[in-house]
């Protein structure tokens, strides 16, 4: 069986683990999956439209060090594969964009940015200011929870959490004045962005920048914009857990996709399943990065005024037509109160969201638990 001959996509979280380390445990995960959940029918029908479509599938393991899934109904395999071919390079150039661990011939990336904070404006591509601007937005919409110029903060937790996992004996936690000390250096209206010089600057030399809360979900938005223009109508693919779907499957039914159990031991892999036509669902968790210390658990997702993670939650789902704001809104929401977060979502059009606390228990707004599949209501 292949993986994507699956009914349902599966969402992931977010990682920075070693790749070799990636790969071990989402095939891992995606193997038990295939054997929970149904397979879909090798081809169908749709309506108002003669040519046969058959289902495909394809899986990258070298984008944003994660898993990336893509499937889609095409009129043969070598159509589809062509399609892919082309939206996984599309991606990896966003990947490489964004990277702010690695170098790469002849790009400056995100970590050019960071290597040259304090020292000089930086020469970059439109698509990297597109993401800045963008994140800026997500700043103001989430009053701040969401926040990429907290890499200072970031770097220091993992840090510790890397040390921790690697020696549980001796895991610790970050001194609160190191932690506050980086947090005089993550001003995101001091990132200068010349638009028409098309440079980024980082005046502050110990600012840094850190899109994990929204780099993901923003480049598989405009990949699926990118697909779209080109008139793929029958996809859905998965970028580490970002899920975006265009149109239907091939029969005209919404795609489903499966929000990860929070509970890793459960029989049960997928928590709920969702019908998305058009849509992206993204989920933050605490569950999958996070090391203990003292017997708390202690995860990735770090709040931008306290400094620490927040337990409220386990995981907090986003339903909405755009991946970025999916992804920011995410990890804004599982920082946030419950009341707030509701609140902040309800007063969005078009979104959606789920919460699932540490007793597995879950809430819904309206319109996502109308999406959840008949079975699961």
Request: glycine share 6%; charged share 25%.
């Given at each position: 069986m292949e993986l994507l001959q699956l009914q349902e996509l599966c969402i992931f979280h977010r990682t920075r683990k070693d790749i070799t380390m990636q790969i071990r445990k989402y095939m891992a995960q995606l193997a038990a999956l295939i054997l929970l959940l149904p397979v879909f029918g090798g081809c169908s029908r749709p309506a108002q439209e003669d040519a046969v479509l058959n289902?495909?599938?394809?899986?990258?393991?070298?984008?944003?060090?994660?898993?990336?899934?893509?499937?889609?109904?095409?009129t043969s395999e070598q159509a589809f594969e062509t399609k892919a071919?082309?939206?996984?390079?599309?991606?990896?150039?966003?990947?490489?964009?964004?990277?702010?661990?690695?170098?790469y011939?002849?790009?400056?990336?995100?970590?050019?940015?960071?290597?040259?904070?304090?020292?000089?404006?930086?020469?970059?591509?439109?698509?990297?200011?597109?993401?800045?601007?963008?994140?800026?937005?997500?700043?103001?919409?989430?009053?701040?929870?969401t926040n990429i110029a907290m890499g200072s903060v970031l770097s220091i937790w993992h840090t510790?959490?890397?040390?921790?996992?690697?020696?549980?004996?001796?895991?610790?936690?970050p001194d609160r004045a190191e932690l506050e000390a980086a947090a005089q250096h993550m001003?995101?209206?001091?990132?200068?962005?010349?638009?028409?010089?098309?440079?980024?600057?980082?005046?502050d030399p110990q600012m840094q920048l850190d899109v994990g809360s929204i780099a993901k979900g923003y480049a598989t938005e405009m990949a699926a914009a990118a697909a779209r223009e080109m008139g793929w109508d029958h996809l859905a693919f998965s970028v580490g857990g970002n899920v975006r779907t265009i149109g239907t499957k091939g029969d005209g039914t919404p795609w489903t996709a499966g929000i990860q159990n929070p509970d890793l031991e459960a029989q049960d892999a997928t928590f709920c399943?969702?019908?998305?036509?058009?849509?992206?669902?993204v989920t933050s968790g605490s569950y999958q990065r996070y090391y203990m210390v003292d017997g708390v658990r202690y995860h990735h997702i770090i709040h931008p005024q306290t400094l620490q993670p927040e337990n409220s939650f386990v995981?907090?789902?986003?339903?909405?037509?755009?991946?970025?704001?999916?992804?920011?809104?995410?990890?804004?929401?599982?920082?946030?109160?419950?009341?707030q977060g509701r609140a902040l979502i309800e007063s969005l059009d078009g979104v959606e969201a789920a919460w699932i606390d540490e007793s597995g228990e879950a809430c819904y707004t309206e319109g996502f638990a109308q999406l959840l599949i008949e079975d699961e209501r």
């Open positions: 289902r495909y599938s394809r899986t990258s393991f070298d984008l944003f060090d994660t898993v990336t899934v893509i499937t889609g109904f095409d071919d082309w939206l996984l390079q599309l991606l990896e150039e966003y990947h490489q964009l964004y990277d702010i661990y690695h170098d011939d002849g790009i400056n990336n995100l970590k050019t940015v960071n290597d040259h904070a304090g020292l000089e404006p930086v020469a970059v591509d439109a698509r990297i200011i597109d993401m800045l601007e963008y994140s800026r937005e997500m700043y103001t919409l989430t009053q701040g929870m510790y959490r890397e040390a921790g996992i690697e020696d549980p004996e001796h895991a610790s936690l001003d995101i209206d001091s990132v200068v962005i010349d638009r028409d010089g098309g440079t980024v600057y980082l005046p399943r969702v019908a998305l036509t058009d849509l992206s669902l995981s907090v789902s986003i339903l909405c037509s755009h991946a970025g704001m999916a992804d920011a809104l995410s990890t804004a929401v599982f920082n946030m109160p419950y009341d």
